[in-house]
């Protein structure tokens, strides 16, 4: 609890510290993305929360919200292969998925740190280790990062990944400067519905409903997004998002899933996180928009502290609307993080 509050005076105390420098250096007028000039902005915007809001969410959930577990056992799993021709995915924990599909592994979004936070003793904390062990990690040839969020964007885990593999890191418009003050120097920022290709892979960078920031004072400076992978199969990781038409146009634009990686996790209490964050309710609509054939979740069971729900809540929510939809358990899966699907 005193080290909760002391995460609180330290959200108030970094709000002058950063965001002081343009981050994008593309001209404003070829960027796709809603931006104007200095904050990028959702395709259905909505108001960012005021620290005041914030604190008056986090100051009484200190007392009132669902215990987790300090430390959870989970079987560690050694990847399956160490290539794959054909779509191998493994989700590690929370967002950090190694998707392995044309002979490339491809990281997304990964954390292999005991907090995802700016503070290395506060800040929402691990419960369970990653599924796959660091060492034993496949040689990594790309890294995909949805947005600046520090469960997301983990500054020390890509330093990690850089020394080992150098691998390529793609990310939206504006977060370059922050991986190369950190010697990560292979990176490629992308815009909206920009598409790259890496070997027999295209990259796609699509809009999700998000928002980006690393302290209080750089809200919306650098872009946030989904990726679509496009290999052997489609594969959507959604990043981080609340629900919005965007998932209807991704299906205009890209076609239908084979698989999509959609968070199921993070979303209470519900008023609060509604714009940026959906529920599994909200999650099967995303599968159903998409027209994936498959699903699996991301985003939930691993840092205690980040939002308000049980641990064990995503679960039983997403099984629900799952039911109610008519849709298989084995069509929208609850991974365990570490085995291969
Ligand atoms: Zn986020
Ligand atoms: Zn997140």
Known sequence: MKLSLLFLFFLLTISSSCGSHPKVTKDIDKIVAPFDGEKFQNLEPFPDKSLFQVLSWKIPSLFTKPKWPENLDNKRFKPMTERSEELKVTVINHSTVLIQMNKLNILTDPQYSNRASPLSWA???RVISPGIAFEDLPPIDIVVISHNHYDHLDLPTLKRLNEKFNPTVYV???NKPLLNENKIEKVIEMDWWEKLIFGEVAIH??????????????KRETLWGGFVLEGNKKVFFAGDTGYGKVFKLIYEKLGAMDLSLIPIGAYEPRDFMKNAHVWPKESVKIFQDTKSKKAIGI??????????????????DLNKALKANNIFESDFIVPVFGKTY
């Open 123 to 125: 800040g929402p904390k």
């Open 172 to 174: 939206g418009l504006g």
């Open 205 to 218: 960078f699509v809009p999700v409903q998000h928002w980006s920031a690393r302290s209080t004072s750089d």
């Open 299 to 316: 985003h939930f069971g691993t840092f205690s502290g980040l939002t308000d729900e049980e641990i064990d809540q995503p679960r039983k």
